[in-house]
């Protein structure tokens, strides 16, 4: 099947927002087997949609639209799709029930613009929106179907994946499921170079590599007539990957490093604990971005001056003064510093140079180093990280950041749950 | 003038990437006056390229393309370009010779496949590329403009800047200027109402709100004969806008408010400590994110544990037990001590509830207390955080690092500077 995405928002054009829907869209769109050719941006405007709607749907059989679904003047969508395909616009009384209980729920009353909301073509599928007032719409019309959902991200997601997939499941009689690798330590490039000869003739499952700031993912898909034979079709292939990645997968279907982390240790019993520099808090930013981080993590320092690098963890001004702060005997005091002061099973450090000045050519912006500390076990990184992008010292900090929770994972792993 | 974004990109279509070229170049087409009615996604594909340009030269006298200027085969846009307005393309002996001063420089021989890169339509300009090898184009063409420009925004965004912006200027004889003024406080719907009295009949100089996760922006915009002039219209209007907001507006064109308070403390000679709980290192994340921090943070803590916020900055035990982690003596004393801890001159601390679990009634999910401490001024605030988009806790988080950072901007500017 080939769809088309066309994003409707004067906000868009004007370049406030980002379009994050298109690419959520296109990358579902793309798991689930379906072709995208062509995306579009048109403003809050009934005839430039309309003749937008025209070329699209010469072109491709499925067309999915964002926005302009809201109560206000501007918001245009319905009513020009209907005229589009020459229906008229009819009171959904089980949409009018659920609106009227929702506005009571929050105790305001309910406008006549909000009652345009349950409004839908005639012939058309509503499509419920828990989150919003803005229901979806699925309408099809001589083998073209039109998908019109709210912009707002919060509202759209959930609606594409709950009420849109299950039925272009059912229009194309296919399921479609997905598993992802999370690799940590290698290059997309070098990813794609090992995966060609395993993939030659893979059609299904596909395995397709996405790579994020310093991580590579892989997402294995696979379409079947059962959720439980396309799951069957990926466990081989998931298999043969991590065999074949070993150290290099640090988890699978787990998010981000950071949630790998938080999980490991909780389930483990174990706590860490951050004294960083160069990363000035984005260790432990990233730690308790994940709920349920309380029960591992208790402290955290950001030791930016050496003053206080002495002070908090107890690096000895000696070393300080003989190996710069940016070193590997800083970055193992560090570790054990504040693993001692926080009394956690394992410390993680990063001392660096993120730029864009304070390099030498002894210590360039790019040199870090990232410590750990735990029983038994006590590892120091040196790296040359290459800041990418168009801000170089964010990215340093990112990837450096990314080192120590996998230096800590590592770490947890081989420690192991604790006994009581 | 009317103007089109052609994106052009097979990750665009999977949605690996998201397209913020598309963003930066309509913000800057609207600033600069241009008028965009449609952006436009293809995959790098020649036939719906050429298709596509055709549709959109029939609507706009102006295509600005990105991607697809690189160096490996399945980057086609400036053949297709060519080809579309019936030119050949030639090697231009500038462009190759900077090549190959640039691979000389960086150590790597110049393969033939980097040599494509000199080439370009017959009777076009290059666009200079000091971020990358591949140059862009500007071409003209019976009233026709288009631009081709490369993929990865560090190239692009510098190159539309100083290459494009001013042949467009040149090419509607107008010099554009814009200034931004930075709110913080007030929601965009607040700013929208106290503006539009006050806006009514400017065309020019013109004035946006840009709405980004509690901030809100206004952009004053000029198009005059000269830079001069442009800053001249924009200047009583700013003045304006700064009156009639007062205390709300932080700085004009400053940036964010980690910048505002880096450069405010580095004028002054002063320093600030961070405290943080609930946001767990984001406070001291975003100040270390601004380069030349190091000149004013020496320490953060982030004592995510009771037992951590009484040990190292010395909240009172039984205030804990008495009041709760979540509370305004634990936020004072916070903020007081990691003020002594460091020998900062402002103490700054958060402490909340950032969910999803962990609230109840009396104390909810976003229940946030952010305090400061500094010689002479010492305040807390309680805030009711609302988490929006698909990731509450982690907007509770940013805003309330956010008002951190406003009370230590406050703090700062009531010190003044540093006697020494």
Same mark, same amino acid.
């Given at each position: ?11 868009? *054009? ?14 579902? *769109?793309a798991?689930?087997? @379906?072709?995208?050719?062509h995306?579009s @941006? ?30 206000t003047? #501007? ?13 008229k616009?009819?009171? #959904? ?6 609106l009227?209980?929702r506005f ?23 499509l ?10 699925w ?6 179907? *039109? @998908?019109l959902l ?5 509202e759209?997601?959930?609606m ?5 997939l ?26 794609? #170079? ?13 395995v ?5 700031q ?9 379409? %079947? ?12 292939v ?34 860490v ?9 984005? @260790? ?9 981080s309380?029960?591992v993590?208790?402290c955290?320092v ?8 002495h ?18 005997p800083?970055?193992?005091q560090?570790a ?20 864009p ?6 210590k360039?912006?790019?040199l ?16 040359n990280?290459?800041?990418?992008g168009?801000?170089a010292?964010?990215d340093?900090r990112?990837? %450096? ?20």
């Amino acid at each position: 099947m080939k769809a088309e995405i066309l994003s409707i928002g004067t906000e868009l *054009l004007l370049g406030d927002i980002l379009n994050t829907n298109a690419k959520f869209l296109a990358q579902e *769109l793309a798991g689930a087997g @379906v072709e995208v050719y062509h995306q579009s @941006v048109v403003g809050d405007n009934p005839g430039r949609l309309r003749e937008q709607l025209e070329r699209s749907f010469a072109r491709s059989q499925l067309v999915i639209t964002t926005g302009g679904l809201g109560p206000t003047y #501007d918001d245009l969508s319905k009513e020009t799709a209907a005229a589009f395909f020459g229906r008229k616009l009819v009171e #959904d009384k089980e949409i009018l029930c659920w609106l009227e209980e929702r506005f009571r729920a929050i105790g305001c009353p309910m406008t006549d613009n909000n009652r345009k909301q349950a409004l839908i073509p005639e012939g058309a599928q509503a499509l419920a929106n828990p989150n919003g007032t803005a229901p979806g719409i699925w309408m099809e019309d001589g083998g073209r179907i *039109l @998908v019109l959902l709210p912009g707002p991200p919060r509202e759209m997601e959930p609606m594409f994946q709950n009420e849109v997939l299950p039925r272009l499941q059912q229009a194309t009689g296919k399921v479609i499921c997905s598993s992802t690798i999370h690799l940590f330590g290698i290059g997309e490039s070098a990813v794609e #170079d090992r995966l060609r000869p395993m993939m030659v003739g893979y059609q299904n499952p596909t395995v397709a590599p996405y790579a994020k700031q310093g991580e590579v993912q892989l997402r294995i898909t696979a379409m %079947a007539e059962s959720r439980e034979a396309a799951r069957q079709m990926i466990a081989p292939v998931r298999q043969e990957i991590c065999d074949s990645f070993g150290q290099l997968v640090y988890g699978v279907d787990v998010g981000s490093l950071q949630n790998a982390l938080v999980q490991t240790l909780l389930s483990y019993g174990r706590k860490v604990a951050t004294a960083e520099s160069c990363t000035g808090g984005m @260790v432990s930013q990233r730690i308790t971005q994940i709920p349920g981080s309380s029960g591992v993590f208790d402290c955290g320092v950001c030791t930016y001056a050496n003053r206080i690098k002495h002070q908090l963890v107890g690096v000895s001004g000696e070393d300080l003064e003989r190996y710069g702060a940016v070193s590997e005997p800083v970055a193992l005091q560090m570790a054990r510093g504040v693993r001692a002061l926080s009394g956690a099973d394992i410390g993680i450090s990063t001392t660096g140079i993120a730029g864009p000045d304070g390099g030498s050519p002894e210590k360039p912006v790019g040199l870090v180093y990232v410590g750990v500390s735990s029983e038994g076990y006590e590892e120091v990184l040196r790296l040359n990280l290459q800041g990418r992008g168009t801000d170089a010292r964010d990215d340093i900090r990112y990837r %450096a950041s990314s080192h120590a929770l996998h230096l800590a994972l590592k770490a947890a792993r081989r420690l192991g749950p604790k006994e009581n």
